[in-house]
């Protein structure tokens, strides 16, 4: 059987051979859930009866999230990651294109693939802002807009994203970086009925390992995707996780201050060699990957327009400090 072509280039991204010590790649949260936390969710999971099927549309999770979003149930889809709700996104809309601006998250691109929908990419420029999308929306099912941007990390700018929306095309904001940065649009859905928001629990959460992302829109978007979603598609085990998380929030906003923290010590250290983020990231000008994995870090390397460059993760302290030393010998050694 032959796999997807872009199945395989997604596999290279998440497979390396050997064993390595620090994995600075996915843009993992460093922190598992402290062990007294974690106690409680296991008590929790025990009470859970798992020979029956979750809520048909989890709703449940659906709640806790429109109370800790001010919003409607309604108004609120959950999945497993806010990638699983992608594809579902580009069924409901018509029309015979995407519209992306790379170098961007390149699941937008892989799922249009998929769905066999042509992707229009509008290049950003050379400092990462977007590109005159609003010339490329006429027959548009959508365009996709990751703000903080994977795997720049830059925040885009308002007025530009207002400005595509003012054209009545459905966007969708991805902001799974958004508790990084301190900015939301989500008061932008008060306005716009085409505008559709992408979060997830994977990044500042610190809950890749249970896969839970939400979109966020109208009530008339929201039900055109649950009328072709998956019914029971969201785990009890995960709702629950979720749910309890939500609870406690402070959790994540003191792992989030850590992060950024690392985030700005790192930038600042290599700002000759680094992009300025405002995710749990940081893209640098340096062509290091094989150095780096020879000492035992893991980082992303990049291709396209961005070869040459590596996104690196923000870790726990201790992995930051190896990531410095090490980067500062490969430094030393280009200098020379």
């Given amino acids: 059987m032959r796999f997807n072509p872009l199945v395989e280039k997604f596999k290279s991204y998440t497979t390396v051979k050997g064993s390595y010590g620090i994995w600075l790649n996915k843009n993992e949260n460093p922190f598992d859930l402290p062990p007294e936390f974690k106690w409680k969710v296991l008590k929790e999971l025990e009470k859970i009866p798992f020979n029956r099927y979750p809520h048909i549309t989890a709703d449940p999770l659906r709640e806790k999230l429109a109370v800790f979003l001010g919003v409607n149930i309604d108004n609120v889809v959950v ?10 996104i580009i069924k409901i809309f ?22 066999g929908i042509e992707v229009v990419d509008v290049p950003m420029d050379e400092r990462f802002n977007l590109g005159n999308i609003e010339d490329h929306v006429e027959g548009a099912r959508a365009v996709f807009i990751c703000s903080p941007n994977s795997p720049t990390g830059n925040v885009h700018s308002r007025e530009k994203i207002i400005s595509i929306l003012e054209t009545g095309v459905p966007v969708v904001l991805d902001e ?20 559709i928001i992408l979060r997830t629990l994977s990044k500042a959460f610190g809950l890749a ?9 109208s009530e008339e978007i929201i039900n055109r995707i ?29 792992r989030v201050r850590f992060i950024v923290a690392e985030r700005e010590r790192l930038w600042k250290r290599f700002a ?37 460059m590596i996104r690196v993760t923000i870790g726990s302290k201790e992995e930051n400090d190896e990531f410095i030393r090490a980067f500062e010998e490969y430094l030393d050694g280009i200098r020379c």
């Fill in 79 to 88: 999945g497993n990651g806010s990638d699983d709700l992608i594809p579902y």
């Fill in 176 to 195: 799974a970086y958004v508790e990084f940065c301190g900015s939301s649009n989500m008061d932008l859905l008060q306005r716009f009925d085409n505008l």
């Fill in 94 to 115: 018509d029309g015979d294109h995407i519209v992306i601006s790379s170098p961007t998250f390149e699941m937008y691109s892989f799922y249009a693939a998929l769905e």
């Fill in 226 to 254: 649950l009328r072709i979603k998956s019914p029971f598609s969201m785990n009890v085990l995960s709702m629950k996780i979720a749910e309890m998380m939500l609870e406690n929030y402070e959790i994540v906003e003191d």
């Fill in 272 to 308: 000759d060699v680094a992009f300025p983020s405002e995710a749990n990231f940081l893209l640098f000008r340096a062509d290091a990957y094989e150095f780096l994995l020879n000492r035992g870090i893991v980082v992303r390397q990049l291709s396209g327009r961005l070869k040459g």
């Fill in 209 to 217: 390992g249970i896969r839970v992302g939400y979109a966020v829109a």
